[in-house]
């Protein structure tokens, strides 16, 4: 299949039709059915770094809508010319959900939903330090990949797809096997879309350590579902009922205590329980139900480059919709490649593979970066047009300009509008210099309510604020605002803050904090309007005209608007809300008539006027926020 790069076929996209120009940020966003948070993060993942408010030019919006999975067309550009290997199809656009959280998450949504099929679900392992990852996915592979790490620690990413036996059906699962979770989180702050389910190792003899919190944090930023495995049940002093009761005072509570967490005790080493493990891993695939169009438009991520003294650039990637087959040119970020030879996890050369396979390729011209998203495109004509575009958005940004901190006012902005019932969230990051510190913050935190708006801690913890507690905020699908109290922020957390727009506020006084928080939810609430009457006119005669009636009136109060919300109000008859549609002033049509005029009114969906109705005019207008 041939498609135009970060531009899918048009039968494969929502297609939008604007006025051709330069348009704001906030106000394509809302054009386009997205919230400005996902426009921002695909600016910045071109280099461009705006705030919501910003004016950008008709191309570069065109790019951004290709890269949610928009195809973006000016009024009047009812006839589009084919590209050179594509036909014009006669297929209705499918429809796209307005909640995407991420580039692939645009390209499933953009599926006619007849193509999608079932895949395998993706599993990210997390956890602490030696608390037996790899060994665990070594035992359920049943190969020996733990010993080709230096000390037994894992140095790369790498995906590996392994069968289960479900009902007498084998079942394919694809395990991603992370250093930790700052690789997961920079992946997730790029964009990259590639975890299902998150297994949390956790060690029966160690219980919770820093990075097992903080891998909680990460996973519950991605939004990502958490099964626990509890590891290295067979060592003596092994406690599991004190992991699971650590794991319960982090909001994870065991589904044996009437919680919704898995937690399945584990020996990695010697392969206690695993199939338990996969057995809930399959549970969890018929509940979260992956799906992806195998015939669609191809796309992934990549996992790991390097370069391989014998073999050259080598790029391992998760395909995660379409088929990858080997003649494929690709385009990842600024670089580009045809695929000269492919193979599975094992190093057996394959010509194609389809959703949820993890493969290596051969043939990328230079390394790219893990995260990024890689597409499928027809040529090498349109990949280097597609790269040379990307390039020049990059280089339009001065290299010294960085994105100005989103405060939390204008946080409100990126929230996305949802229906009335929807409950906004705002995610906070806490940080206090000890524990008596931290402990009435966060509850004070926690103790701020209000119907639309609830306030979730992301991460609390005793520290100066850090580089990763900004990544943290950088990968959650919400807007973040770090807190910090009576601590200070390290330099590389406030230049990554910098650099990536998340705000860092500190405090002294806890009262100053919780104010600050506050005012914040009053602005995010959903406005409340009143309708406010500007005037009245009363009705003297019906007379006709072309397609239907009017009314003969004199304004008595106020003033008339064309196109004005208008109550039709006759006595003894319920109120009827209709509008202006047209409004003339003896033969001539006018925008508003004054207090004291006469005037001609045509009602919309009104056929019949007496002596005496009464057409009252209002405005819908922001009510104050009390």
């Not at 690709?330 to 190093?347: P, Y």
């Not at 290299?399 to 409100?412: A, G, I, K, Y």
């Not at 605002?481 to 705000?503: C, H, K, M, W, Y």
Request: glycine share 8%.
């Amino acid at each position: 299949m041939s498609d135009d790069g970060l531009a899918a076929n048009s039968e494969e996209m929502e297609v939008v039709y604007l006025d051709e120009g330069p348009i704001v940020v906030q106000d394509l966003a809302g054009a386009v059915n997205r919230s400005s948070m996902d426009l921002l993060k695909v600016l910045v993942y071109y280099g461009q770094y705006k705030p919501i408010s910003a004016e950008i030019d008709w191309d570069l919006a065109t790019l951004v809508c290709e890269e949610l999975g928009i195809e973006l067309r000016a009024h009047g550009d009812d006839a589009v010319e084919p590209s050179e290997e594509e036909e014009p199809s006669d297929e209705p656009v499918p429809a796209v959900s307005h909640k995407v959280r991420s580039r692939m998450q645009g390209i499933w949504a953009a599926e006619p939903e007849d193509s999608l099929e079932p895949r395998p679900l993706v599993v990210t392992v997390l956890g602490h330090v030696d608390h037996g990852k790899t060994t665990l996915l070594d035992t359920i592979r049943k190969s020996s990949v733990v010993d080709t790490e230096a000390g037994g620690i894992t140095q790369s990413i790498g995906a590996y797809q392994v069968a289960h036996a479900s009902d007498g059906e084998e079942v394919q699962i694809t395990f991603i096997d992370t250093p930790g979770h700052q690789a997961f989180t920079q992946m997730r702050a790029r964009g990259a879309e590639v975890t299902d389910l998150v297994i949390l190792v956790v060690a029966a003899d160690d219980g919770l350590m820093p990075q097992t919190q903080e891998a909680i944090d990460h996973a519950r930023a991605a939004e990502v579902p958490i099964i626990v495995a509890v590891n290295k049940v067979d060592r003596p002093n092994a406690n599991v009922n004190n992991v699971m009761s650590q794991l319960s005072n982090t909001g994870l509570t065991p589904a044996d205590w009437g919680g919704d967490v898995h937690m399945i005790p584990v020996s990695a080493l010697n392969g206690d329980n695993v199939d338990d493990l996969l057995d809930t891993i399959l549970l969890m695939t018929d509940d979260l139900a992956p799906t992806a169009n195998p015939q669609g438009q191809v796309a992934g991520t990549v996992l790991e480059a390097h370069v391989d003294r014998q073999k050259g650039i080598t790029t391992n990637v998760l395909v995660q919709n379409g088929t990858l087959r080997q003649g494929d040119t690709l385009v990842i970020g600024e670089t580009w490649g045809r695929i000269k030879a492919m193979s599975d996890q094992d190093g057996v050369r394959i010509k194609e593979a389809g959703p949820s396979s993890p493969v290596q390729v051969l043939g990328i011209s230079d390394p790219p970066e893990a995260g990024e998203m890689f597409k499928v495109v027809g040529s090498k004509k349109k990949a280097v047009r597609l790269i040379d575009s990307r390039i020049a958005e990059r280089q339009s940004v001065r290299p010294d300009e960085t994105v100005q901190p989103q405060t939390l006012e204008d946080l409100m902005a990126l929230l996305e509008k949802g229906d009335d019932e929807d409950v906004k969230k705002l995610q906070v990051v806490v940080k206090a210099d000890v524990q008596g510190s931290l402990d009435p913050v966060v509850s004070s935190l926690q103790g701020i309510n209000h119907s639309e708006v609830q306030i979730e801690v992301l991460r609390s913890a005793v520290g100066n604020v850090t580089e990763n507690d900004v990544m943290l905020a950088e990968a959650s699908t919400v807007p973040v605002v770090i807190l910090g109290f009576n601590v200070t922020s390290e330099p590389t957390a406030e230049q990554r803050a910098r650099t990536s727009g998340v705000d860092i506020r500190t405090y002294d006084i806890i009262y100053h904090l919780i104010e600050d928080v506050e005012k914040a939810l009053n602005g995010m609430l959903a406005p409340k309007f009143e309708e406010v009457v500007i005037g009245q006119a009363q009705v003297r005669q019906e007379f006709p005209v072309k397609g239907g009636v009017a009314a003969g009136c004199i304004v008595i109060d106020g003033i008339v608007r064309n196109n004005a919300l208008v109550k039709f109000l006759r006595p003894g008859q319920p109120e009827r809300l209709t509008r202006v549609m047209e409004l003339r002033r003896f033969r001539d049509r006018v925008d508003t008539v004054q207090s004291g005029q006469d005037c001609g009114i045509r009602l919309e969906d009104v056929d019949s006027f007496r002596d005496g109705d009464l057409i009252e005019v209002y405005e819908e207008r922001q009510a104050p926020v009390v």
